[in-house]
């Protein structure tokens, strides 16, 4: 049995889950909502403020879908009540980050600034001049927007510029050395 699948899924007040026949889960919080189709052979009930996933048999497939299924729901319920957010540091002589309106304006260092508008569903924030924070209540939304952020200019490791993750460790190296 997958120890991720088998664990329940408490859902928290304010939030409610609604499964229909054909295995579409729809999560209501307040924060938005979330629906998403899940795969027809696992089984989804809720009862009891608490979601259950289970499997029909021990194939292969069958087990991969099973903690698949819980993750994804579990992740919708987290979305609708806290919400996720991933935060982005820009290193680097004049990288700076600005908001116009919806519209976040990054200075990487090109010759023109890099526009990027605000998809429904994701806010931009920018905590310090070199810091965004991108918030939204679907994680994998969130993270796909930040991935495509830093995409422009990802960090070097030499001299540690670019675009980085607020947890990310970049490992230096050491440049060349001259003739002895």
């Given at each position: 049995m997958s120890r991720v699948g088998r664990q329940p899924i408490a859902i928290p007040?304010?939030?409610?889950?609604?499964?229909?026949?054909?295995?579409?889960?729809t999560v209501k919080g307040p924060k938005g909502q979330?629906?998403?189709?899940?795969?027809?052979?696992?089984?989804?009930?809720?009862?009891d403020n608490t979601i259950t996933v289970t499997r029909p048999n021990d194939e292969k497939q069958n087990r991969a879908l099973h903690g698949l299924t819980r993750a994804l729901i579990n992740n919708m319920v987290i979305g609708?009540?806290?919400?996720?957010?991933k935060t982005l540091e820009?290193?680097?002589v004049g990288?700076?980050?600005?908001l116009q309106g919806k519209?976040?304006?990054?200075?990487?260092?090109?010759?023109?600034?890099?526009?990027?508008?605000?998809v429904p569903g994701i806010d931009f924030e920018i905590l310090a001049a070199n810091k965004i924070a991108i918030k939204g209540i679907d994680k994998e939304l969130v993270g796909d927007i930040a991935a495509?952020?830093?995409?422009?200019?990802?960090?070097?490791?030499?001299?540690?510029?670019?675009?980085k993750?607020?947890?990310e460790v970049i490992r230096r190296k050491e440049g060349k050395t001259g003739k002895k």
């Open positions: 007040a304010g939030a409610t889950v609604t499964v229909s026949p054909d295995n579409v889960v979330l629906v998403k189709a899940m795969h027809k052979d696992i089984t989804i009930t809720v009862e609708v009540t806290q919400g996720y957010q820009l290193v680097g990288y700076r980050a600005t519209k976040l304006v990054l200075n990487l260092g090109f010759s023109h600034p890099v526009e990027f508008e605000a495509d952020i830093r995409v422009w200019r990802k960090p070097e490791p030499y001299k540690g510029k670019g675009i993750y607020d947890n």
